[in-house]
């Protein structure tokens, strides 16, 4: 498309989809939405599309609380992102320290949003799928055994953890390339994983309450329990072949 | 109207609670011989008129000696007692304050607390503040749970005062249970204690959870919500902002950036030599008498608070809240608690 008619188009269908969102037909909403997240300037960040339908993933999580996920939360993340690095650049190209200084809390938030929640929609699949079993042999599984004793243990300390998490955060299972032993964390905020641990996510669950209050209200517990269904365990493992050999 | 009092004789000599022991005086009175009278029971009674140093006797001795202590503990707790405790600070904010703030001054003596209100420092809701925190109790909403309707939905209320509030409070009740050390402490002072937030972080998020909540219910009101303040707050936010719509826009802004759980909050600072108001945002539990800052009023941002009614939209519930619901009459009471406080001193 030329730069003109995207210069006319992109705010109006923006307007559009702002204005009717709920109205949309989720499909149209989701391409929309991956369509819009780059900021006027050209963007360098952009909305990925979902590997399946917002309604892929229910009963663990609905419909709606996706489309809200997705096309809001992580578009405002994107958005935000692409609008602080075009502050960053103009403040280093000007040398302005005490401005570079002052983005630092809008790049961690939003570029720490954009980052978690790439990697989260990619760990999760529908129920039932091939991928949402986990595997009976391979390198994940020995590495949980060997860490954690057993894929429920594992289970167990991941879901303690993220459940106790203050507020908003995340719940992590991560690669230690120091140790070579995987290992549950969490962070708060959207404070990236490797970027404040050093841990290689594998595996992430978002716990801010906009992940689950729609479906689950205050009760934590149940969409932490619920969500283990649709855990992608091919994505997981790829991840852990990957941090071992690079 | 004449006095029709009658005095008995020994009205004028003795303070009114000897008069009963006078009445049991029975037979003879001996005269020890230095000039007193002395009872049956031991007692002497001053011949030479009521004075302290005429008191001789072992009954005298202790009823002057209990008026004494009492004396002393009256004086301890209402003149004596350290600044911030809860001790003799019960009527006060937490924050020792003697306020310079020469807005303070200009204008007339604000009323005291009367403990009528709907602030803190009222006995109508005290089940969270100056309290023993052993003591904490989920307190009602001021207002009925669909009041705020259609702003905030009757669903959000009851979610958040019965599930989130009450939770944090029984969770808080559990570990002091558990723990008795902390059973004497009032809520503020946990906040306050920088040792307690490192050593037992449930406790303090717990607590200061139950604190914030009971407060943000003050914050909003069914009737009259919105609009702009009076008196000495409006005066200081003119002064401190520049402008009423400065200070909204610095308020919501700090709302809007507050990065995951938190709070927005306008406060006095009373610190030596920053009186004035500031706004600030908290992030998870934390409040501003942490940074000895007395907190006048608060939105919740955390998402439990609006994500029902307005999904991701905080900036459209930041706004209804200032547009319709913010609760100025609470924030003035507050202020005025920090006013009377500097009088008092």
Same mark, same amino acid.
């Given at each position: 498309m030329s730069s003109a008619k995207q210069i006319i188009l992109s705010p109006a269908l923006r307007a559009a989809v702002h204005v009717h969102s709920s109205k949309l037909n989720p499909e149209a909403a989701k391409l929309a939405a991956a369509y819009l997240s780059s900021a006027p300037s050209g963007g360098k960040h952009v909305l990925p599309d979902l590997p399946y339908d917002y309604?892929?993933?229910?009963?663990?999580?609905?419909?709606?609380?996706?489309?809200?996920?997705?096309?809001?939360?992580?578009?405002?993340?994107?958005?935000?992102?692409?609008?602080?690095?075009?502050?960053?650049?103009?403040?280093?190209?000007?040398?302005?320290?005490?401005?570079i200084i002052s983005l630092q809390g809008a790049l961690k938030f939003n570029g720490g949003g954009h980052v978690n929640h790439t990697l989260f929609w990619e760990n999760l699949c529908p129920k039932d799928s091939a991928a949402s079993e986990f595997p009976s042999s391979g390198a994940l599984k020995d590495a949980v055994e060997e860490r954690f004793g057993s894929f429920e243990n594992m289970k167990k300390e991941v879901s303690a953890l993220s459940i106790g998490v203050q507020g908003s955060g995340w719940g992590w299972l991560g690669y230690n390339a120091g140790t070579g032993r995987i290992e549950a964390a969490t962070c708060p905020n959207q404070d990236p994983l490797q970027a404040a641990t050093g841990l290689i996510p594998l595996l992430g669950i978002d716990v801010w309450e906009h992940a689950y209050y729609v479906d689950y209200r205050n009760v934590r517990p149940n969409y932490v329990n619920a969500i283990w269904d649709v855990i992608n365990w091919d994505t997981v493992e790829e991840r852990l072949v990957k941090a071992k050999s690079g | 109207?004449?006095?029709?009092?009658?005095?008995?004789?020994?009205?004028?000599?003795?303070? $009114?609670?000897?008069?009963? $022991?006078?009445?049991?005086?029975?037979?003879?009175?001996?005269?020890?011989?230095?000039?007193?009278?002395?009872?049956?029971?031991?007692?002497?009674?001053?011949?030479?008129?009521?004075?302290?140093?005429?008191?001789?006797?072992?009954?005298?001795?202790?009823?002057?000696?209990?008026?004494?202590?009492?004396?002393?503990?009256?004086?301890?707790?209402?003149?004596?007692?350290?600044?911030?405790?809860?001790?003799?600070?019960?009527?006060?904010?937490?924050?020792?304050?003697?306020?310079r703030d020469p807005?303070?001054?200009?204008?007339?003596?604000?009323?005291?607390?009367?403990?009528?209100?709907?602030?803190?420092?009222?006995?109508? $809701?005290?089940?969270?503040?100056?309290?023993?925190?052993?003591?904490?109790?989920?307190?009602?909403?001021?207002?009925?749970?669909?009041?705020?309707?259609?702003?905030?939905s009757e669903k959000t209320l009851r979610t958040h005062h019965l599930k989130h509030h009450a939770k944090y409070v029984n969770t808080a009740n559990q570990i002091l249970t558990e723990d008795k050390k902390y059973a004497n402490l009032t809520a503020e002072k946990i906040i306050?204690?920088?040792?307690?937030?490192?050593?037992?972080?449930? !406790?303090?998020?717990?607590?200061?959870?139950?604190?914030? $909540?009971?407060?943000?219910?003050?914050?909003?009101t069914p009737i009259g919500g919105g609009g702009v303040p009076s008196g000495i707050l409006m005066d200081m936010i003119k002064r401190d902002f520049g402008s009423f719509e400065e200070f909204r826009k610095k308020m919501e802004s700090?709302? !809007?950036?507050?990065?995951?759980?938190?709070?927005?909050?306008?406060?006095?600072?009373?610190?030596?030599?920053?009186?004035?108001?500031?706004?600030?945002?908290?992030?998870?539990?934390?409040?501003?008498?942490?940074?000895?800052?007395?907190?006048?009023?608060t939105i919740d941002v955390w998402e439990h608070a609006y994500y029902l009614d307005f999904q991701e939209k905080r900036n459209d519930y930041v706004n209804a809240f200032f547009n319709k619901l913010v609760h100025w009459a609470f924030a003035e009471e507050n202020l005025n608690n920090v006013a009377t406080t500097a009088d008092e001193l």
């Open positions: 309604a892929a993933l229910q009963p663990a999580i609905s419909a709606e609380t996706m489309e809200l996920h997705h096309s809001k939360h992580h578009n405002t993340y994107v958005t935000n992102l692409n609008v602080a690095l075009e502050k960053l650049d103009e403040a280093v190209s000007t040398s302005n320290v005490s401005s | 109207m004449s006095s029709t009092l009658v005095m008995s004789q020994h009205d004028a000599l003795e303070p $009114h609670w000897k008069t009963a $022991h006078s009445q049991k005086q029975v037979g003879p009175v001996r005269d020890s011989g230095k000039g007193r009278r002395e009872s049956r029971s031991g007692n002497a009674f001053p011949s030479q008129g009521f004075a302290p140093g005429n008191f001789v006797g072992k009954r005298d001795d202790v009823y002057v000696r209990a008026c004494k202590v009492e004396a002393f503990i009256y004086y301890v707790i209402t003149i004596a007692a350290p600044r911030g405790s809860r001790l003799g600070t019960r009527e006060r904010f937490p924050i020792p304050s003697r306020s807005l303070f001054q200009d204008h007339p003596n604000p009323e005291k607390i009367t403990g009528k209100g709907s602030g803190p420092t009222s006995r109508n $809701h005290g089940s969270t503040f100056f309290i023993p925190v052993a003591s904490i109790e989920l307190p009602d909403l001021p207002y009925a749970y669909d009041a705020l309707a259609p702003t905030i306050q204690d920088k040792s307690i937030r490192t050593s037992n972080p449930v !406790l303090f998020n717990n607590v200061a959870q139950s604190w914030n $909540h009971a407060f943000y219910w003050k914050c909003m700090e709302a !809007l950036t507050c990065f995951g759980s938190g709070w927005a909050w306008l406060g006095y600072d009373s610190k030596r030599g920053q009186e004035k108001l500031v706004v600030m945002k908290t992030s998870g539990a934390d409040n501003p008498l942490a940074f000895g800052v007395t907190p006048l009023l």
